[in-house]
C-alpha cells in the first residue's frame, strides 16, 4: 500500500469538499494535494500528471491571490462571484487547450517512456485549463472537471492506482453535484 497515495486522497477529499462550498480554503489543499502527487505520479510514470501537479502549485497561488483580492475589495466579506465564462474566452481556451495537448503528448512520446501519452495529455491540458476557470470561478469548470476525472479514473485503474482512481470517481459525482451547487450560488448572488 502506498500511504503518500493514501494521504493525497484525504487531502484530495477536504480538497473537493472546500470546493464544492467555494470556500476560499480550497487553494490550501489544492497546495499540499499536488505537492504529494508529484512523487506518486512520477513513481508510476505519468508524467504528463507529475508536470501539471506543478503548475497546480503555481496556479493554486494565483487562485488564492484572485479570490483573496476578491474578498478584500468586499470588507473581508466572501464573495460568490460565480459566473458564467463569457464566449469570447471560449475560443481562446479551447485553442490553447488543444496546443497544450499536442505539445504535452508531443514531449511524452519523444522524451519519456510513458504508455499511456495521449490520456495522459489529454487530462493534463484539460486540467491546465479547468483550474484556470476555477480561479475566475467560471461555472463551466465543473463540466470539463467532470470528463477530466472520468478518464484519470480509468486511467488510474489502468496504472493501478486504486485509491486514487477511486477518489478521482467520487470527483466525477461530487463535480455534478459542485455544477448545480454552483448554479444555485449563482443565482443567489444575482
Not at 502549485?57 to 460568490?80: C, D, E, H, M, R
Not at 444555485?184 to 448572488?189: C, D, G, P, R, V
Request: aromatic residues 20%.
Amino acid at each position: 500500500m502506498n500511504y503518500l497515495e493514501v494521504f493525497g486522497t484525504l487531502v484530495g477529499l477536504a480538497y473537493l469538499w472546500l470546493e464544492y462550498k467555494a470556500s476560499i480554503y480550497l487553494w490550501i489543499a489544492s497546495i499540499i494535494m499536488p505537492a504529494i502527487y508529484i512523487i506518486v505520479y512520477y513513481q508510476a510514470g505519468l508524467y504528463a500528471d507529475f508536470g501539471i501537479n506543478i503548475y497546480y502549485l503555481i496556479a493554486s497561488v494565483y487562485g488564492w491571490i484572485i479570490w483573496k483580492k476578491q474578498q478584500s475589495q468586499t470588507n473581508n466579506i466572501p464573495q460568490n462571484t460565480i459566473s458564467c465564462m463569457p464566449k469570447s474566452r471560449w475560443y481562446p481556451l479551447v485553442g490553447i487547450t488543444t496546443l497544450l495537448f499536442a505539445a504535452i503528448a508531443w514531449i511524452l512520446i519523444r522524451f519519456t517512456d510513458s504508455n499511456v501519452p495521449y490520456w495522459d495529455s489529454f487530462t493534463t491540458a484539460l486540467s491546465v485549463a479547468a483550474l484556470w476557470m476555477l480561479a475566475h470561478k467560471y461555472i463551466e469548470q465543473w463540466l470539463v472537471w467532470i470528463i477530466v476525472d472520468v478518464v484519470c479514473c480509468g486511467l488510474y485503474i489502468y496504472k493501478e492506482l486504486y485509491f486514487t482512481a477511486g477518489l478521482y470517481g467520487l470527483y466525477s459525482i461530487i463535480a455534478l453535484f459542485g455544477y448545480i451547487k454552483w448554479k444555485q450560488l449563482m443565482y443567489t448572488s444575482q
